[in-house]
């Protein structure tokens, strides 16, 4: 299995391909007819696939996205408890957006995801990685992964699900992993593969 950034046309239109189907899917978008996903925030997003032997659709079992700078859906779109404001006006902030992956490969994808999202995060200087979940999957995240993932804000109905806001600090929780999750320290550890 790699895990790699989708930097090329091909593997960004790709990552618009999953983002659409498994939306769609889910019921979070309407299908469309393109069967491509692309909001305001494609501009300023990175994406990452996870696939199995070579690149194309067929292949791919996860992708997520991280938008590099604001505005973030999250701070826009859901209230922060007071202990929280300050992720407002704080720089170093990125945010995990459209964490999507195969109905089939859920367990096997979400933790190669979350490789991504963490590397390409501490790597490139942030301090704070924020995003909106899915309560289901932030139960499983936290329950299964031992992913030390904190619940930021209040919970609401958003595009389809109740969905609460996370933070996770690279100074306060990340140096709890290796402890509470040696797992997913392992898989974290593990370098990404080399842009497609």
């Known amino acids: 299995m790699k895990t790699a950034v989708a930097e090329s046309a091909y593997a960004r239109d790709i990552a618009y391909q999953c983002h659409h189907d498994w939306f769609a899917e889910a019921g979070y978008i309407q ?40 505005p973030f859906r999250t701070l826009e779109e859901f209230t922060l408890y007071d202990e929280f404001q300050y992720l407002y006006s704080e720089p170093g902030i990125m ?14 994808a979400i933790p190669h995801l979350y490789r991504a999202i963490f590397q390409f995060g501490f790597e490139n200087g942030y301090q704070h990685i924020i995003c909106n979940l899915d309560v289901r999957v932030l139960a499983v995240s936290q329950r299964k992964l031992k992913l030390p993932f904190r619940q930021c804000g209040y919970e609401q109905e958003y595009m389809g699900s109740l969905k609460a806001p996370v933070h996770l600090s ?6 709890l992993l290796p402890q509470v999750s040696p797992l997913m320290w392992d898989i974290m550890s593990q370098p990404l593969d080399p842009p497609v």
């Open 95 to 108: 945010e995990s957006s459209a964490l999507c992956w195969h109905p089939q490969s859920a367990m096997q």
């Open 170 to 175: 690279r100074c306060l929780e990340m140096p």
């Open 31 to 70: 299908p469309n007819v393109t069967g491509r996903y692309t909001d305001h925030f494609t501009d300023r997003s990175v994406y990452f696939l996870v696939y199995e032997g070579h690149l194309c659709r067929e292949h791919v079992i996860g992708m997520v996205r991280v938008v590099t700078r604001a």
